[in-house]
T-cell receptor, first 114, second 114 residues
Framework: AQSVSQHNHHVILSEAASLELGCNYSYGGTVNLFWYVQYPGQHLQLLLKYFSGDPLVKGIKGFEAEFIKSKFSFNLRKPSVQWSDTAEYFCAVNAGAAGNKLTFGGGTRVLVKP | GAGVSQSPSNKVTEKGKDVELRCDPISGHTALYWYRQSLGQGLEFLIYFQGNSAPDKSGLPSDRFSAERTGGSVSTLTIQRTQQEDSAVYLC????????????FGQGTRLTVV
């Protein structure tokens, strides 16, 4: 069965700092990978997704993620965070076939201090 | 609206009572998920419906939890004899049966068992 782990539960940083959130998954076959974000009081929304092609994926609000197949990783990055990036971030995976279940990691709470 | 709709948005119930939570997915989406989000616990998978296939109930925490999906559309999550540990936000998501798209989430139902 597929599983997802996020290494950091809480991250606190200052504005303009760089952010990197780790995500590792366990599944030996083809996978689809996602990062979702939940801003305070809002519903979960998609930041970016990877299905195939260029392993460096760019998403909304300046976020990007890199799929490294050999490391089973899909880390999220942003070079310079803003206070508005304060949110909870979730990595998710489904095995690479239509109709398969989406599995989430435990989430990382990010607090950006102004 | 075009999004996933959940009702009620908030529910306070007494311990031992039964509750029903409703999810209206996006029209045409064949996949429907229920997740539970507790403080500090991330997203806990509960159940997954995909078209006419048997649902994946592997995440239901006990036999007090059940869910059905009528006509391939609306879903109801039922919790019988509620306990205080059932207090959480219950999230519903839906997605099309296709390879390269993500799940769309509702705003959730905040359940408080007193």
């Amino acid at each position: 069965a597929q599983s997802v782990s996020q290494h950091n539960h809480h991250v606190i940083l200052s504005e303009a700092a760089s952010l990197e959130l780790g995500c590792n998954y366990s599944y030996g076959g083809t996978v689809n990978l996602f990062w979702y974000v939940q801003y305070p009081g809002q519903h979960l929304q998609l930041l970016l997704k990877y299905f195939s092609g260029d392993p460096l994926v760019k998403g909304i609000k300046g976020f990007e993620a890199e799929f490294i197949k050999s490391k089973f990783s899909f880390n999220l990055r942003k070079p310079s965070v803003q206070w508005s990036d304060t949110a909870e971030y979730f990595c998710a995976v489904n095995a690479g076939a239509a109709g398969n279940k989406l599995t989430f990691g435990g989430g990382t709470r990010v607090l950006v201090k102004p | 609206g075009a999004g996933v709709s959940q009702s009620p948005s908030n529910k306070v119930t007494e311990k031992g009572k039964d509750v029903e939570l409703r999810c209206d997915p996006i029209s045409g989406h064949t996949a429907l998920y229920w997740y539970r989000q507790s403080l500090g616990q991330g997203l806990e998978f509960l159940i997954y419906f995909q078209g006419n296939s048997a649902p994946d109930k592997s995440g239901l925490p006990s036999d007090r939890f059940s869910a059905e999906r009528t006509g391939g559309s609306v879903s109801t999550l039922t919790i019988q004899r509620t306990q205080q540990e059932d207090s959480a936000v219950y999230l519903c998501a839906s997605s099309p049966f296709s390879y390269d798209t993500e799940a769309f989430f509702g705003q959730g139902t905040r359940l408080t068992v007193v």
